[in-house]
Antibody, heavy 118, light 111 residues
Framework: EVQLLESGGGLVQPGGSLRLSCAAS????????MYWVRQAPGKGLEWVST????????YYADFMRGRCTISRDNSNNNLFLRMDSLRAEDTAIYYC???????????WGQGALVTVSP | QSALTQPRSVSGSLGQSVTISCTGT?????????VSWHQQHPGRAPKLMVY???KRPSGVSDRFSGSKSGNTASLTISGLQAEDEADYYC???????????FGGGTKLTVL
């Protein structure tokens, strides 16, 4: 059974930094692209970032480019998202998701809440 | 404003069918087969229901079906059940620059 467990969320001040982690199990982690998708309170889903299976290629949404870094540790089946210069509008639940094919993800974690507030 | 346009809400009676539309452009929905639909119940993580326009993951009911014509994709839910009441989001690959775009979500109410 595929399991994705996010951690590292919490309250951070504007301008601060945070690193989210996602522990994966139940599949061969190193052979699938991975995604981060967020959802602001009461709002819709918004793609944040993608990393290829071997970690060699990364993609970022315009609103995050230059402020975050996606990475992965295929030895330990972990996905990361480092976010800097956080703003109030970055407040959201951040989900990690397992890639299936291009632009499609077939399993989601339960999410990690990030709150950016003074 | 979301890149893909969905109706904010739809409703249908138990046992009936409903269709949710998702309109994009030739840079996303119209140009790629990688259109998917995700279901989200309140307080829960989303769940993939349809991908590649009209394929279903293992375990998803065949009451859920997808289609696409031009820049518009559609999700049809037949034989509506109470547990189908949820938010539905369409999603499309949009090339290496934008990568993935979502619709704003559609709230399905089962009457």
């Amino acid at each position: 059974e595929v399991q994705l467990l996010e951690s590292g969320g919490g309250l951070v001040q504007p301008g601060g930094s945070l690193r989210l982690s996602c522990a994966a199990s139940g599949f061969t982690f190193s052979t699938f692209a991975m995604y981060w998708v967020r959802q602001a309170p009461g709002k819709g889903l918004e793609w944040v970032s993608t990393i290829s299976a071997n970690g060699g290629t990364t993609y970022y949404a315009d609103f995050m480019r230059g402020r975050c870094t996606i990475s992965r540790d295929n030895s330990n089946n972990n996905l990361f998202l480092r976010m800097d210069s956080l703003r109030a509008e970055d407040t959201a639940i951040y989900y990690c998701a397992k890639g299936l094919i291009l632009g499609v993800f077939d399993h989601w974690g339960q999410g990690a809440l990030v709150t950016v507030s003074p | 404003q979301s890149a893909l346009t969905q109706p904010r809400s739809v409703s249908g009676s138990l046992g009936q069918s409903v269709t949710i539309s998702c309109t994009g452009t030739s840079r996303d929905v119209g140009n790629y087969k990688y259109v998917s639909w995700h279901q989200q119940h309140p307080g829960r993580a989303p769940k993939l229901m349809v991908y590649d326009v009209n394929k279903r993951p293992s375990g998803v009911s065949d009451r859920f079906s997808g289609s696409k014509s031009g820049n518009t994709a559609s999700l049809t839910i037949s034989g509506l059940q109470a547990e189908d009441e949820a938010d539905y989001y369409c999603c499309s690959y949009a090339g290496p620059d934008r990568f993935v775009v979502f619709g704003g979500g559609t709230k399905l109410t089962v009457l």
